[in-house]
């Protein structure tokens, strides 16, 4: 490979609200990558804190794109729209890559060609400690519908894709406040596999008060998305019988916790969706 013309353009798409106090070390994981031909795409998703002021020193290498507030999902389709690479990686604004993660990736579809999409083994940081995801969260390689129903197994900081896979499978869903990766990943996983390459090439941070995945409430949007996803009919048979075991278990759990919570009304809504 002689120039960069002649390797894959990688689109690095950041959405971020109010990560002022972070953002520059995402940003920077993704200018220190070992691979030359990434644009790195922000997507300010309204934030009031000083996030344009910490991105300025940047400005000369970066795409900065300020939006009303309109949620995670469409701050990354907007960077999905203008991206302009044959390869689209997310990364979270709270989260980092190694200097090899993109390199690796592509270096993965230029030998698997047939590929769609992939992701990297992550390392898992909480609270600045180092922890071990538990064995539910175990990550696993090709058709993983089926496994991937219970909960999310592809972190959107750890995948990269075609682009043209979303005219495939279709944009993240800006209905969904939440979960909105778990439906994406669903869509796809149905019909395509999901390779895992096995080195932990993304750190994964967490246990901050900013994040949507501590909320208690996330199956009531995992819930919406197996509802439509059963409706639109287009599973077969052992993903269909595997989606409505998954979709009765978590009505049942959501709809008992919201009774629990003094919820009466919204409990009985999601134990009267059970077939």
Not at 6 to 24: D, H
Not at 48 to 67: F, G
Not at 178 to 189: G, N, T, V
């Amino acid at each position: 490979m002689k120039n960069n013309t002649e390797i894959p353009l990688v689109s690095a798409v950041i959405p971020t609200f109010n990560r002022g106090w972070i953002i520059k070390e995402a940003v920077e994981s993704i200018l220190n990558q070992n691979y030359p031909n990434i644009e790195t795409i922000v997507i300010d998703d309204g934030s009031t804190d000083d996030t344009a002021k910490k991105l300025s020193p940047y400005l000369d290498r970066i795409t900065y794109l300020k939006q009303k507030n309109k949620g995670v999902s469409a701050a990354r389709n907007l960077g999905i729209d203008r991206s302009t690479g044959t390869l689209i990686a997310f990364l979270d604004s709270d989260d980092l890559w190694h200097k090899n993660k993109i390199s690796c990736q592509v270096n993965f579809f230029q030998n698997n060609p047939e590929a769609m999409i992939c992701q990297t083994e992550e390392t898992w940081i909480r609270k600045g400690k180092r922890v071990n995801p538990k064995y539910k969260h175990k990550k696993l390689s090709g058709m993983i519908f089926e496994p991937s129903l219970e909960l999310c197994l592809v972190s959107p900081s750890a995948v990269m894709m075609k682009k043209e896979l979303f005219e495939i499978a279709g944009l993240f869903d800006e209905n969904l406040p939440a979960c909105e990766d778990y439906d994406l990943w669903l869509r796809i996983s149905k019909t395509l596999p999901i390779f895992l390459i096995d080195e932990p090439y993304t750190i994964k941070k967490g246990g901050h008060a900013d994040q949507l995945s501590a909320n208690h409430s996330l199956d009531k949007y995992r819930i919406q998305s197996l509802a439509r996803l059963l409706k639109n009919n287009k599973l077969d048979y052992e993903q269909r019988s595997a989606a409505i075991k998954i979709f009765n278990e978590k009505c049942r759990i959501y709809g008992n916790g919201c009774i629990k919570r003094g919820k009466t009304d919204e409990g009985k809504y999601y134990l009267g969706l059970q077939p």
